[in-house]
């Protein structure tokens, strides 16, 4: 199955069960009001015309230049300040063009995805997300092409998006840093991270709802404070916790990852 991901269909995927005890954090979404004044389908059209006289070479869709959905979702982000939202469209759009993101599959990303290095969880958080999992400690630069680990990130996201429950506009990402070493922690990977973080911020607006970062070693130190500064308003969303935070505050005993288990 192709990994194509439109906003249209985020939204179809059934409701995960609810009356979980203990759930730790609401879930945020981009529930932004238009202005005063404005109506929000006005607004999406003249995004649309925008798009269409400004980016005429732009596909057109799903996750195109002419999709209600995907337009509506980068005017909240944008707070629905036109010229911004039309700007940070245009890229995501030509980004995914550029990457032939739809053509991406789990044949097309096999060979890395494979390795255990990331995955999309099959159950939810306890609070209803999606989860994306990357375990560092697989991660081998000089065996690993960064390409196909791009590839495979993009592919991975995707797949969690088309997994969101009707209610919920955003995912869990799990950072595994258990047993990561210098092997695992050199200039590639500090690139991959930086990959993940352009991903969410420029391409999937507020999609990202937490991220963990389990048991850093002292060696992943050095890399934090150099990502940090990039992460801008994301590294509100950082968490350091231990595995053992992660078992008890954000899953079931039926719904935690496999490499979480006793």
């Known amino acids: ?6 906003f249209r269909t985020i939204v179809r995927a059934p409701p995960p069960p609810r009356g979980l005890a203990g759930a730790r954090r609401s879930v945020r979404c981009c529930s932004s009001a238009a ?3 404005a109506s929000t389908s006005k607004l ?3 995004v649309k015309e925008r798009l269409e006289r400004e980016h005429p070479g732009l596909p057109t869709g799903r996750s195109g230049r002419d999709d209600d959905e995907m337009i509506l979702w980068f005017l909240k982000d944008r707070k629905f300040a036109v010229d911004e939202a039309v700007s940070k469209l245009a890229k995501a759009i030509k980004w995914r063009q550029d990457f032939r993101l739809s053509e991406l599959s789990e044949e097309s990303v096999k060979g890395l995805y494979q390795t255990g290095k990331a995955y999309v969880h099959d159950s939810f958080d306890i609070n209803g997300r999606p989860v ?4 560092a400690a697989k991660h081998f630069p000089s065996k690993q092409d960064p390409l196909e680990n791009e590839k495979l990130c993009a592919f991975l996201v995707e797949k969690a998006l088309r997994k969101l429950p009707m209610g919920t506009d955003n995912i869990l990402g ?3 840093l258990r047993a990561f070493g210098v092997e695992n922690g050199d200039l590639q990977f500090l690139k991959f991270l930086i990959f993940q973080i352009d991903v969410f911020y420029y391409y999937y607006p507020k999609r990202l709802g937490e991220v963990l970062f389990v048991d850093a070693p002292f060696v992943f130190q050095p890399m934090w404070q150099l990502v940090k500064p990039l992460l801008k308003q994301y590294a509100s969303l950082v968490r350091f916790c231990d595995a053992e935070t992660v078992r008890k505050e954000y ?3 039926e719904t935690m990852p496999p490499d979480f288990r006793r």
Do not use: Q, R
């Open 251 to 253: 899953f079931t005993e």
């Open 174 to 176: 799990i950072f595994d």
């Open 1 to 6: 199955m192709a990994a194509s991901c439109s």
């Open 44 to 46: 999406v059209l003249e």
């Open 35 to 37: 202005p005063a004044g």
């Open 132 to 135: 994306l999992v990357v375990v």
